[in-house]
């Protein structure tokens, strides 16, 4: 098979654990894009903190940001949009200010990150590593916020344990889950990266049973499972992997090349 659309997770399936695409890796890609298939990024990652990692690869590409809450064309144009309204952000915010003190917040809306103190151990780590700054806001200012892609909380593990299912209760009309043992993710019910993928490949009149997708972790197996030919990467928990008859190579090892240089 040609892939039409090649689909692929950033964080521990796209870049190696240094943040970046191995050589290798981008020479595959390139490859494929020379053939008019299209490449496209999906991540829980904001929309300027996978530009920056894509754009070595020097092709035009559409992207799936915040776990599939934003989809845009090539063209920055928005072509599915799933949001939270501010009000209700706002009252995450406060009940977390009231209630966990030691969790802090953020809030993404399409190209703006914004969060309670950039000083904040979690936050200035964040910062360094999507190498971005979020613009620093009170919690009853997000009321003001028209659309909400996503809310980012951080805190200790063990915090962050006992806080998931209490948020759980207390928003049950929410999606509320845990993305690495010291972030949890709240985003608006029904988001997840496969619908984003049938999105695109409407958008761009493609053939599903063309498409093809590299993931490693838990909230991947929807996008591996919407596509023809889902890859998992030798990274991923065995949970995942248990899932799917494709595995390639770790992150670390040019997982995605191997598969794309076996289409040439």
């Avoid at 972030?183 to 009149?205: P, S, T, W």
């Amino acid at each position: 098979m040609i892939p039409e659309m090649i689909f692929s997770d950033i964080d521990g399936t796209l870049i190696t654990e240094d943040l970046v695409i191995s050589p290798r890796t981008q020479t595959a890609i390139r490859a494929q894009a020379a053939r008019g298939t299209l490449f496209i990024p999906v991540s829980a990652r904001m929309p300027a903190a996978i530009k920056p990692i894509v754009d070595v690869l020097g092709i035009s590409y559409p992207i799936i940001s915040y776990n599939g809450a934003l989809v845009q064309d090539h063209l920055g144009k928005t072509v599915a949009s799933k949001t939270l309204s501010g009000a209700v952000a706002a009252t995450i915010c406060q009940y977390l200010e009231q209630n966990w003190s030691d969790v802090a917040w953020n809030v993404y809306t399409f190209e703006k990150w914004y969060s309670e103190d950039r000083r904040n151990y979690w936050i200035h780590r964040e910062e360094e590593v999507v190498n971005l700054q979020s613009s620093q806001i009170k919690a009853e200012q997000v009321n003001q916020i028209d659309q909400v892609h996503k809310l980012l909380l951080m805190g200790e593990p063990e915090i962050m344990d006992h806080l998931e299912p209490r948020l759980k209760e207390v928003f049950p009309e929410l999606s509320i889950a845990k993305s690495l043992p010291y972030y949890i993710e709240v985003m608006a019910q029904g988001i997840e990266k496969g619908q984003a993928v049938r999105d695109l490949v409407a958008y761009y009149q493609k053939d599903l049973a063309k498409t093809m997708a590299f993931g490693d972790n838990f909230n991947d197996v929807a996008m591996l499972k919407t596509v023809k030919e889902g890859y998992v990467m030798g990274n991923a928990p065995l949970g995942v992997k248990e899932q799917f008859e494709h595995l390639t190579a770790d992150h670390n090892h040019d997982g995605i090349a191997l598969v794309l240089e076996e289409l040439m």
